[in-house]
């Protein structure tokens, strides 16, 4: 066990655990941000993503040793208030059903949208295949995130 | 998955603390349960201070209004659907009220949500609720006015005179209202006066869905609350030879290993846990444990032998489920005769969210926070499980990380009241996705044999469709009677859902005895017995050299809504216009839950196979509360169907399946979705279900897409589009 300093949400947290203690159970169970889900444990379905020094990556499969004093952001950082772009497109469009994937989804698109601001259907494709909805939400998750794009592209081009 | 309780005695309301001084609470003297009528209560005329019992409305003196939602919200929308039935008699918005969810107890009654019933069971009984209040306000806001109360109205939670425009808020209504009769039966609606019924409802879950605040079972806590992590055995019967936990005692942070049981319906499994103050050390220390199994005599199971049997049991009669005229004659007369096989695999549900679940138990009581489907059946579960009174189970649903159907077989919620009992602590047991992927319960892999006879100008004379299966109600309550037609398995194929006009019919059972856990997966054995069924349907309308769509309408036309269905969905498929080569349509109707939903597929060839371009699909679900999350709903079945079609079965060897996760169970993605198309038939008819009809006809329709494209047709799921 050792001690561990961790920038998440733009807060500094420190944690005691064995090194090899996946980042997703210390975000949950240490400092107890639930949004993010435990899916599946090996990086298959997504539903654990976290943003990482501006990368979406699988927290079940990261030990927390290697993220020390890296910027971690998770759902609860994406923004205060669900203003998020993204965040208003997908309650406007109506995506989450069950919901349990949907914080790794958001997390997913908002580093396309980071990286690709005007992203295609085939730019999403690329970019979202790694995350599952088992409840089949992708044709609306697809159109939020187009929805999400244009109202970023239209506020950019009003400054 | 629809019971009804036959023995509820008209008793008196249990008190419910939390309230206090006068309140208006709107309840009901008998749990309702799907189609009962039920009187509805004023439930403060025998109780001191207003203080209550099975409310699904409660109107506090400050204007608090609390709706009560008995259907578990597994993403299908009840947490919309379900009050909103109240609120639109109640002449309240949804942003006026707070929505709690039911706790179990007997006297809501039904809290199941399956079987698609949650708005079948609620649409009368809701509805009147919060119409009886809103007359009782009406009422009680003209004796203090002194006016008729025909010259009130109700409107967002206030009762307007009509001449002066002057207002009194419900809440300052409710201590007189509450001491009125309560009408029989209230005056409901007119549709086309409703204001949230049948119109696209935001539904208020999904603000908490965007930025992790909604609180699904896995993110539930109390203090002192330990995590188990449970080995059980990979063979569904086998037992715990021995086992070594000394490199797991080893693991930081666990705190006991001992010998737990998994109780399913049919039979306890032995297994170890592992106890520890936070999950990974758990995880860690299973990893960690060594178990022997003794398989027993189920080490020997596979999926080849499994369907096998199901094969030589084809042969056989069974149990005649329906007959009408003499199939076995015109089927020997008829001058063409197809007889074919089909089948479809063992599946799991793999929500999201693996099994979870956190108990409580103390002395003679137990509190569960867990995501479950029906936590009625659960408290009865429970209460038999520690011998304790159902009134001292109280179950705190939380939102649900998808189900299925899973989350209404309670193993993994008894695991957890097991350990919590044997630690006297409160423990939460996770599932990992290995678990949930590899030890069922299952859709139950089965076989449709079907035959049928057409005479010279290509008509039906004779249909034969005999279901060859595992039994869910077998399986699990020893309810079938031995000979006889499992009514459930026979879903969505006979005449009163699937109503071909065919002169000589008959539908057999035949059960096949299996000891691989099973339950009921979305849409059941519609999902299932609709491949095969519609697969030959269209198999004997190529053999009449009969257009596919037109073969079925002419069948149907004594079928109104079913014809119309497929009318509208011959003109929104484009059906009748040419594709360009390299392309083609499939089109497959079913009735499951009281709804008729139909899909044309459309698929194309590319280099590496075949690509499902589009789904077009028609539903008449009769009247919609609301219309946009029907669509939802169907493009969820639309996904979940494919992928039940093209990706991974489960199969098993050894005693074992072989499936682990998601790299080997794999389930379709983002990229491999097409588009889809949702048209809902506009009527008054009652409602119907929508969680669950949209899924039966998506393989057959894409199959019988990919016959009019290549030639090939497919009779066993699932297959891969790249090696058709």
């Known amino acids: ?159 | 998955m629809e019971r009804v309780n036959n023995n509820l005695d008209r008793r008196k309301f249990l008190k419910m603390s939390g309230i206090t001084g006068a309140a208006l609470a709107i309840g009901f003297n008998i749990p309702f349960s799907n189609g009962g009528n039920a009187s509805i209560q004023n439930l403060n005329s025998d109780l001191p201070n207003g203080v209550t019992l099975n409310a699904f409305i409660i109107i506090e003196k400050t204007g608090k209004i609390t709706l009560i939602n008995p259907r578990p919200d597994m993403g299908q929308g009840s947490f919309q659907a379900v009050p909103a039935l109240i609120a639109e008699e109640l002449e309240v918005s949804l942003d006026q009220v707070e929505i709690k969810n039911s706790d179990g107890s007997k006297k809501y009654g039904s809290q199941l949500s399956g079987g698609s019933s949650s708005i079948r069971g609620s649409w009368e009984p809701l509805r009147k609720a919060g119409a009886a209040a809103k007359e009782m306000l009406i009422k009680a806001a003209s004796s203090k006015w002194k006016i008729k109360e025909s010259d009130c109205y109700a409107l967002e939670g206030k009762i307007f005179d009509k001449t002066s425009k002057r207002s009194l808020s419900y809440g300052a209504l409710v201590e007189e209202a509450a001491k009125l009769e309560v009408p029989e039966n209230p005056k409901l609606k007119e549709p086309k006066d409703f204001k949230l019924l049948g119109k696209d409802g935001k539904r208020p879950d999904i603000p908490l869905k965007v930025d992790g605040e909604a609180v699904f079972g896995l993110d539930y806590k109390v203090p002192g609350m330990l995590y188990a992590s449970i080995e059980r055995s990979p063979v569904f019967n086998g037992r715990v030879a021995k086992y070594d936990d000394s490199k797991t005692k080893q693991v930081k942070g666990v705190i006991a290993v001992l010998k737990c049981e998994r109780p399913m319906p049919h039979r306890k499994s032995e297994s170890v846990a592992v106890i520890a103050d936070n999950y990974f050390s758990a995880i860690q220390g299973r990893k960690a444990l060594q178990v022997t199994w003794d398989d027993g005599e189920f080490g020997n199971v596979d999926s080849e032998g499994f369907f096998e049997s199901l094969r030589n049991l084809a042969k056989s009669e069974g149990a005649v489920h329906h007959e009408k005229g003499e199939f076995e004659k015109t089927f020997n007369d008829a001058p063409k005769k197809l007889e074919f096989v089909y089948e479809t695999p063992f599946l799991a549900h793999a929500p999201m969210e693996p099994e979870n679940a956190l108990a409580h138990v103390k002395k003679a009581e137990c509190e569960i926070w867990a995501p479950v489907q029906g936590p009625d059946w659960l408290v009865d579960q429970v209460s038999k499980y520690l011998n304790i009174q159902p009134e001292k189970v109280k179950v705190n649903v939380t939102f649900l990380g998808g189900a299925f159907g899973r989350k209404a077989y309670y193993d993994y919620v008894l695991e957890a009241v097991h350990l919590s009992q044997k630690l006297n602590a409160p423990v939460k047991v996770i599932w990992s996705r290995e678990d949930d992927t590899s030890l069922g319960p299952f859709r139950p892999g089965l076989i449709s044999a079907l035959k049928g006879g057409l005479d010279l100008s290509g008509n039906v004379v004779a249909f034969q469709h005999k279901v060859v299966a595992p039994s869910i109600q077998h399986q699990l309550y020893k309810s079938l009677q031995s000979g006889k037609s499992d009514g459930w398995a026979m879903e969505a194929i006979e005449e009163k859902d699937s109503p071909y006009k065919i002169p000589n019919v008959k539908y057999n059972f035949v059960l096949a005895e299996t000891d691989i856990p099973i339950v009921w997966w979305r849409s059941v054995y519609a999902s299932s017995n609709i491949f095969g069924h519609e697969s030959f349907i269209d198999e004997l309308a190529h053999a009449s050299k009969k257009d596919p769509l037109k073969f079925r309408m002419e069948m149907l036309k004594d079928a109104p809504r079913h014809l119309n269905v497929l009318k509208i969905l011959e003109e929104k498929s484009g059906w009748n216009q040419s594709l360009p080569s390299g392309k083609a349509r499939g089109v497959a109707i079913s009735r499951s839950f009281e709804t008729i939903c139909a899909h044309v597929v459309t698929v194309s060839k590319n280099d590496s196979g075949i690509k499902i371009e589009k789904v077009v699909s028609v539903m008449d679900c009769g009247m919609t509360v609301n219309p946009d999350n029907v669509k939802a709903q169907t493009e969820g079945n639309i996904i979940m169907g494919i992928t039940a079609a093209i990706k991974d079965a489960i199969t098993f060897k050894s005693g074992r399946a072989e499936q682990t996760n998601f790299h080997n169970y794999r389930v379709l993605r983002i990229n491999e979705t097409p588009e889809m198309e949702m048209h809902i038939v506009q009527n008054f008819e009652k409602p119907g279900g929508v969680g669950e009809p949209g899924l039966p006809p998506v393989a057959p329709a894409l199959t019988n897409a990919i016959f009019n494209l290549t030639g090939k047709r497919i009779r066993k799921l699932p297959f891969n589009l790249n090696e058709v």
């Open chain 1, 1 to 159: 066990m050792s001690q561990y300093t961790l920038d998440i949400n733009g807060k500094k947290h420190s944690v005691e655990a064995d090194g090899q203690t996946p980042l997703l159970w210390i975000i949950r169970d240490s400092v107890g941000l639930t949004g993010t889900k435990f899916g599946c444990g090996i990086a298959q379905c997504g539903a654990c993503t976290v943003h990482l020094n501006g990368n979406a990556v699988r927290s079940c499969s990261i030990p927390v040793s290697a993220v020390v004093n890296q910027e971690i952001t998770t759902i609860e950082g994406l923004s205060d208030d669900k203003s998020h772009p993204l965040q208003k497109a997908w309650i406007e469009h109506q995506v989450p059903q069950c919901g349990y994937c949907q914080s790794g989804q958001i997390m997913s698109a908002a580093i396309l949208l980071k990286n690709n601001p005007k992203p295609s259907d085939e730019d999403i494709d690329a970019a979202m295949q790694g995350n599952i909805c088992r409840c089949g939400t992708y044709q609306r998750i697809r159109k939020a995130i187009h929805a999400a794009s244009n109202e970023m592209n239209n506020s950019n081009s009003e400054r």
